[in-house]
């Protein structure tokens, strides 16, 4: 009876094993076999209509099929309904169901628009559109160069960034003329925000508008300044944005030191300046000594400082 009771034991574990085996056999027969897929035969551009010689089906691993792709030519293409490429699709690359428009639909680019966004078109030329570059797909910075008034001189022309890492819809740019000639696209077309988009509008009619490439993925910066003429130069006084000391490592402190007296002697010169109406009070302006000193440069070389006395030019 016992010898009875083993075999049968062992009898049940080898059909339940080989069971398991046979149907992971099959199941992975079946994962690792291939399926119809639908692929483009020539390079398809934005609304370029999907016909029957420019579509293919070749044979796909299962376990690789990309959601949304076409294994029935009657899905993909059904009778007296036209679809058109919505994106660029490469020769031999699956057609997916995001990348052409629905059927009996036309080519319309808000099929691209995700939800809550819109579609915003702006005048570039050569070099606003850096030189044509720029890409569908690619990520850019808006620039507005404006004039604004105020200041002694009146007018003046002012540089700020209006948008950051805006993605490009479309471009009306092609690779020749039909002379042969290149063609630069002279209109972009952006993915914003509604109040974006009303950004956008009314810098065109306020100024000037550029266009700046970004890397893919580069996060935004928290921090953008206003560049006006006075930056248009390079000196310790103005127009140069130093980063903080502990950027600058060693020599921050002996820099900011330095722009710290440089700022001082300026402010105590122009602080007998009369004000014009409407500035900031300025606080009061010390006596000027009797004997002043003779003004004094230093010099950083490395980490080693000299102090030379300067003026006295022609006495």
């Known amino acids: 009876m016992i ?15 080989a069971n398991v085996y046979i149907g992971g056999s099959k199941q992975q027969a079946d994962l690792s076999g291939t399926s119809k897929v639908a692929v483009a035969t020539v390079p398809l551009a934005f ?9 293919r089906f070749v044979d ?4 690789s099929i990309p ?21 660029p699709i490469s020769i031999n690359e699956p057609i997916l169901a995001d990348k052409i428009s629905a059927p009996g639909a036309g080519a319309s680019i808000a099929a691209l628009l995700p939800e809550g966004m819109r579609a915003a078109t702006v005048r570039i030329d050569d070099v606003s559109g850096v030189a044509g570059f720029v ?19 009146g007018a003046t022309q002012v540089t700020d960034v209006l948008l950051q890492n805006i993605r490009v819809l479309a ?19 952006f993915e914003v925000a509604p109040l974006d ?15 700046v490439l970004r890397k893919p993925g580069e996060q935004n910066n928290p921090v953008v300044e206003t560049v006006s003429m006075n930056d248009l130069r390079y000196n310790m006084y103005s127009g140069a944005r130093y980063p903080a000391p502990a950027v600058v490592g060693g020599l921050g402190g002996a820099i900011v030191g330095a722009m710290g007296r440089a700022t001082d002697t300026i402010n ?48």
């Open 197 to 211: 988009a009303q950004k956008l509008a009314l810098a065109q009619s306020a100024g000037s508008l550029s266009l």
């Open 171 to 189: 471009i009306d740019q092609q690779s020749k003329n039909p002379d042969g000639t290149p063609k630069v696209g002279r209109t972009a077309t």
């Open 67 to 87: 959601p949304g792709a076409y294994a029935d030519g009657v899905q993909l293409l059904p009778p007296g309904q036209k679809r058109f490429a919505l994106m």
């Open 60 to 63: 796909f691993p299962k376990t």
């Open 135 to 153: 890409q569908p797909n690619d990520t850019v910075d808006v620039l507005i160069t404006r004039q604004v008034q105020g200041g002694p001189a």
């Open 47 to 55: 609304g370029t209509e999907l016909t029957p010689d420019k579509v």
């Open 268 to 315: 105590s010169t122009a602080g007998s300046r009369p004000r014009s109406s409407g500035s900031r009070p300025r606080p009061a302006v010390r006596k000027a000594a009797p004997a002043p000193e003779k003004p004094s440069v230093e010099i950083y070389r490395g980490t080693t400082s000299n102090s030379y006395k300067v003026g006295g030019y022609g006495r």
């Open 3 to 17: 010898a009875l009771a083993v075999a049968i034991i062992l009898g049940i574990a080898a059909v339940y094993i």
